[in-house]
């Protein structure tokens, strides 16, 4: 690389959520020279906190690869205590799922009937985290700093131009700047920057899932645990704290997340189905209050909540699905939140935002220079990032159309649990890690795309009968037999997965 004077940089990045800000720091510690510019503010409130275990495994490999070391400690509960105890975050163990039902308190039978939990790690030291963002991505950004990258806050790019190389036009409080560089990385996590910049179209068409979120921080929210003591329901067989874990509590239209910080902090939020477009002309408060009104034990949830001073409100999104038309082009290239989005339903967009930091990251450092080998890896990206969302996409467009159907729901989700194990099956035999989801392998694509077309026939028009849920159960537990190591849908297990750690 060359060596470049002030504002020149061989690569500027746009957007310091975690995912610029590690781009940076790896792509600094392999030589070029970075600057990152970011339109906000840190600390600031952000969604999206839940990982999981294949996003650990990334951060461990991007820490061993690129020689960050004290990246490792983020990527379980235990270690991240040990050495940041300051920076707060959350008890992960694995999926948990509660069927709520209209006007009825949850209740559930001794084989689970209205439960799914899925144990993802075995002890709460080795376990995933629910990341506080506004603290994360703040550190990320402290050790940009502290790394020496040129970091520019408060900065828009108002204009692009490329004669050989890009020159940027960036408005910043307090005065105008021109940056410029070899290569641009949209990190925005949006696909606004990219349509204004390079014309670009980001659009929802083409997905099957069709949802938007309404959530906030709320201090002061009930165990889910204690509440459940209340309803006299047993947790003795429970493989985890329910508390200590992503915490979906099921609807028939949506679901409520809830990610809790060792802080008394919780992540709450709606995700509700739109495919009928039913919401358009409903206020937030309307649509939140009627949630609350159908099911009692939600309002139970929220009975003693309070919104937290950060955000201090409730956020409703857009239609949560969007993919760009393109994610690359000459001179650029966006990370996976930038390219598109389907659902946080199984928390995938950490680790496939870090599963394209490490497909780019490698890129950049191995065909740097070589146009022609450089565009190829760029298109394959491309590739291999769609193909990703549009496998994320039928998993999570079946669990909404079986949610008020939740035996056919707990069917439907082995898929993503399948998909998921094989790629951590993957990437612990130090295999090359393909496609995100292994949505490179046909076995997977086909099963999951087949399913989907055997699931609507059932689902379409009326409630599907006791003997269309057990025929499609038969099938589910057929087509996911090659990569079921953990048991699923094993009927002695009672809808509680204590084993499908990743294990060779
Ligand atoms: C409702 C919801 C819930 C989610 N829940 C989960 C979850 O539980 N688990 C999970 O794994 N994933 C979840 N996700 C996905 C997760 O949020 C993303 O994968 C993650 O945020 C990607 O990180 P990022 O750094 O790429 O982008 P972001 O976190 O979006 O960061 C982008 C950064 O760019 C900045 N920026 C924006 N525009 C500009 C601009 N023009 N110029 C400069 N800077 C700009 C922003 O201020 C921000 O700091 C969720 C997403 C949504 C929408």
Excluded at 451 to 479: C, G, H, M, Q
């Amino acid at each position: 690389m060359e060596n470049r004077s002030e504002n020149h940089y061989d690569i500027l990045i746009a957007g310091a959520g975690f995912a610029g800000s590690l781009t940076a720091l790896i792509l600094q510690k392999s030589g070029f020279k970075v600057g990152l510019l970011e339109k906000g503010q840190h600390p600031r409130f952000t969604i999206g906190e839940s990982s999981t275990p294949v996003a650990d495994m990334i951060l461990r490999k991007l820490s061993s690869t690129y020689d960050l070391p004290w990246l490792y400690d983020f990527s379980r509960y235990g270690t991240w205590q040990q050495s940041h105890p300051e920076i707060v975050c959350g008890i992960k163990r694995g999926f948990s799922f509660f069927k709520h039902y209209p006007g009825e308190e949850f209740t559930t039978d001794e084989n689970h009937k209205n439960e799914l939990l899925v144990a993802a790690s075995s002890s709460d030291i080795e376990s995933d985290t629910n990341w506080l963002r506004a603290d994360f991505d703040a550190f990320l950004v402290s050790k940009v700093k502290e790394s020496g990258i040129d970091y520019f806050d408060l900065a828009e790019i108002t204009t692009a131009t490329r004669i050989g190389e890009w020159e940027f036009r960036v408005s910043r409080s307090d005065k105008n700047e021109v940056i410029y560089s070899s290569f641009f990385i949209d990190a925005t996590g949006s696909g606004d920057l990219a349509g204004r910049l390079f014309e670009i179209e980001s659009s929802s068409s083409g997905f099957f899932t069709n949802s938007f979120a309404l959530f906030s921080h709320f201090d002061h929210v009930p165990l889910w645990k204690e509440m459940l003591k209340k309803f006299n329901i047993p947790i003795n067989d429970f493989p985890y704290n329910p508390d200590h874990s992503a915490l979906h509590q099921i609807l028939d239209e949506g679901w409520l997340w809830m990610l809790r910080f060792n802080n008394d902090l919780t992540s709450l939020g709606f995700v509700i189905d739109d495919s009928e477009g039913a919401y358009d002309k409903l206020s937030t408060e309307e649509i939140w209050n009627d949630l609350l009104a159908k099911y009692p034990s939600i309002k139970t949830i929220f009975k003693d909540a309070t919104l937290a001073k950060m955000p201090g409100k409730i956020i409703r999104s857009a239609r949560l699905q969007r993919k760009l038309n393109h994610c690359f082009g000459e001179g650029w290239v966006a990370l996976p939140h930038t390219v598109g989005f389907v659902d946080p339903l199984f928390s995938s967009g950490i680790a496939h935002t870090l599963s394209g930091v490490e497909k780019l990251v490698d890129s950049i450092k191995q065909f740097w220079g070589n146009d022609t080998l450089f565009y190829k890896s760029l298109q394959e990206y491309e590739h291999k990032v769609f193909e990703e969302l549009k496998l994320a996409d039928c998993l999570i467009a079946g669990c909404y159309k079986t949610m008020a159907h939740f035996e056919l729901f707990n069917v439907w989700s082995m898929f993503y649990f399948a998909a998921t194990i094989a790629h951590e099956q993957r990437r612990l035999k130090n295999k090359a890690p393909g496609y995100f989801l292994n949505a490179d392998d046909p076995n997977i694509r086909k099963m999951v795309y087949n399913s989907y077309d055997d699931l609507l026939k059932i689902i379409s028009s009326k409630a599907p009968s006791t003997e269309e849920i057990r025929d499609f159960t038969n099938l589910v537990k057929e087509r996911i037999q090659p990569f079921n190591i953990a048991g699923l849908l094993d009927p002695a297990s009672k809808n509680m997965y204590h084993h499908t750690v990743a294990v060779l």
